[in-house]
């Protein structure tokens, strides 16, 4: 099973005690996947009914459970495909399910008074992942989003997860526009809000993992780095002496300079403070590399003056 399905899974046994929360987490189900509809009989009476479509078992199950613990309403289910069709039939029950919801008041996604509670809330979140979220397996990478069919309950989404301090974007792709997450730890925050406690830590265990590995690759492609830098540092120096006994002779160098060429040729591999240490007196680091540098120039010049003549 994809990680998304675990955290669908969990969110789908996840049943709110209080009404409250269970109508918030309808309202999220049936805003993404529920149809109101509406029309008269022969008397010219308005009759309604709610349809609910899912390709999604655990959702379907979930809405159904909230529906009878929330309502007590009779629903008709019915398998159509891949599609999963709920109904409420019963004109007045679908009334009595629209007004709790707040359906029928002209609101984009949720009516403020559905969301007012903080757990109402992360009730409302959990509904509406539920119903229109997805997240990729924290080993690939960090992702997590929600698919609304307007702008406008996208924006709403946004608002909703600020209240919990979680930034989201807004992209359009084909007809839908996304809210997603893309730093893990938002998507953590996310997991917290919605009570996925157990997908939470295996996100967190991934992510822990990963994270360990990065910070050793770094380390160790650093320590590389600096070891060719060494190398590369240690066989100039090598050079430039090998070319100055070559050419002139440690003779003419001042003694400082004369110590540590030979100690460089016959210790290539020491580091620039082992160097100094074999000195008499010992010197630092700074001064080894001070000496070196010199000898460089030395080099250079040299090499100059064998072109020029």
Do not use: W
């Not at 029309?39 to 379907?60: C, I, R």
């Not at 289910?77 to 709920?86: E, T, W």
């Not at 997805?134 to 960090?142: M, Q």
Request: proline share 1%; hydrophobic share 40%; glycine share 6%.
């Amino acid at each position: 099973m994809s990680f998304s399905g675990k955290v669908k899974e969990e969110l789908g046994v996840h049943i709110s005690r209080a009404r409250h929360c269970q109508i918030a987490e309808l309202a999220a189900l049936f805003s993404c996947c529920g149809q109101v509809i509406s029309g008269t009989d022969f008397d010219g009476k308005q009759n309604f009914s709610a349809k609910f479509v899912t390709e999604n078992l655990t959702v379907a199950k979930k809405y159904s459970i909230l529906i009878k613990k929330a309502f007590h309403f009779h629903i008709e289910m019915s398998v159509r495909g891949h599609q999963y069709l709920i109904y409420l039939l019963d004109s007045e029950d679908a009334l009595t399910f629209f007004k709790a919801l707040k359906l029928l008041e002209g609101k984009l996604l949720v009516h403020e008074l559905i969301v007012q509670r903080n757990c109402c809330r992360r009730a409302f979140l959990r509904g509406l992942f539920l119903a229109c979220g997805s997240v990729t397996d924290p080993g690939r990478g960090y992702h997590l989003e929600m698919a609304l069919d307007n702008l406008g309950k996208a924006r709403e989404v946004v608002r909703l997860l600020l209240s919990f301090s979680i930034e989201a974007k807004i992209v359009e792709r084909k007809k839908n526009y996304i809210v997603y997450l893309k730093e893990g730890a938002r998507i953590v925050d996310l997991l917290n809000v919605m009570e996925a406690h157990v997908a939470l830590m295996e996100f967190e265990n991934v992510r822990i993992l990963k994270e360990m590995r990065n910070s050793i690759n770094r380390k160790v492609n650093c320590e590389t780095a600096n070891i060719k830098k060494t190398v590369s540092a240690a066989t100039r120096q090598i050079d430039d002496i090998q070319y100055i006994k070559d050419t002139s002779g440690f003779g003419t160098l001042p003694k400082g300079l004369a110590q540590i060429a030979n100690l460089r040729l016959e210790h290539a591999e020491v580091s620039l403070k082992e160097l100094g240490e074999m000195l008499v007196p010992p010197i630092g680091k700074s001064g080894v590399n001070h000496r070196l540098r010199k000898l460089s120039e030395i080099a250079e010049n040299l090499r100059n003056r064998d072109l020029n003549e």
